[in-house]
């Protein structure tokens, strides 16, 4: 798995520099209270022994003793669709490795604008920084399981255990470099480009996408606040490519891929 893919871009402008600075010092704090109705279920386990696989950038080679050190400071935690794993405006006091489910990365101005940096998927670590405090926040489009570590803690063990901190530095490597995609991305790219661009994503990303079948997780505005577009020309775009023989919309959650080398073609940025 690919660590977390972001990038901190409005739509109207943006600054590179600014960006660049601002997408690796992600917002991360503990929820404090826990609460059960119908449409929230937050579940935290004491802290115990967890069994990590080697299928994301953070456990990447690690031994059985140092994964198990590493497993002793991890809390499970369990979130209901649409619930926040943090908000933003907190202090960066916890980081996260995504288990299961699809949440997104996100920013709300003073003015309601809202901007989606990144659809987060099982393997990405969540909320290296810089900074005591961050203005983003993630909420989950399913039911989301993360691993939860304390800050602190786990970059001491990071100094303590070589390959975690090697591993730290490789995903702080590859944030910058799926920032500069998400750069070109709006900068470059036309929308039916950049809903292409999405489709590639989602096939190499989301679990269970296949050409044939893609259940988005995600609302056209989802899309389109990622995207930097509206939701119409989202719509119309998909239309475009629907009328173009190179998808199939079976449901507006459910998208089939009828020309996979054409749409790669379109979504490459290389």
């Known amino acids: 798995m690919h660590p977390l893919s972001s990038a901190v871009i409005r739509k109207e402008t ?7 600075s601002s997408v690796i010092h992600l917002l991360i704090k503990q929820p404090k209270i826990i609460e059960r109705d119908s449409t929230m279920v937050q579940l935290t386990s004491p802290y115990k ?3 990590f696989g080697d299928d994301c950038l953070l456990f990447k080679h ?3 003793p140092d994964l198990d050190c590493l497993s002793n400071s991890a809390r499970l935690k369990v979130l209901a669709k649409q619930q926040y794993l943090f908000m933003q405006h907190v202090p960066s006091d916890r980081l996260y490795n995504i288990v299961s489910g699809v949440g997104i990365m996100e920013k709300i101005a003073s003015n309601g604008r809202r901007q989606i940096f990144a659809f987060v998927y099982p393997g990405d670590f969540i909320g290296l920084s810089n900074s005591d405090s961050y203005q983003y926040g993630v909420k989950s489009l399913s039911n989301l399981t993360v691993y939860e570590f304390k800050r602190q803690h786990l970059l001491a063990l990071s100094e303590e255990l070589p390959t975690l901190g ?25 929308a039916y480009e950049r809903v292409c661009f999405m489709l590639k994503q989602l096939l190499n990303r989301l679990p269970g996408a296949k050409p044939e079948k893609i259940e988005l997780p995600m609302t056209r505005t989802d899309i389109a606040d990622y995207l930097g577009l509206t939701v119409e020309t989202v719509s119309r775009t998909l239309s475009q490519l629907r009328g173009d023989g190179l998808i199939s919309v079976i449901s507006p959650n459910t998208i089939s891929i009828l020309n996979l080398k054409a749409v790669e073609e379109m979504g490459s940025i290389n």
């Open 14 to 20: 943006f600054r590179q520099n600014g960006l660049l």
């Open 49 to 51: 022994s967890i069994s």
């Open 62 to 64: 690690m031994s059985k």
């Open 166 to 190: 090697e591993n730290l530095k490789e995903i702080r490597s590859v944030v910058m470099s799926h920032t500069f995609e998400q750069v070109y991305l709006l900068g470059q790219l036309k």
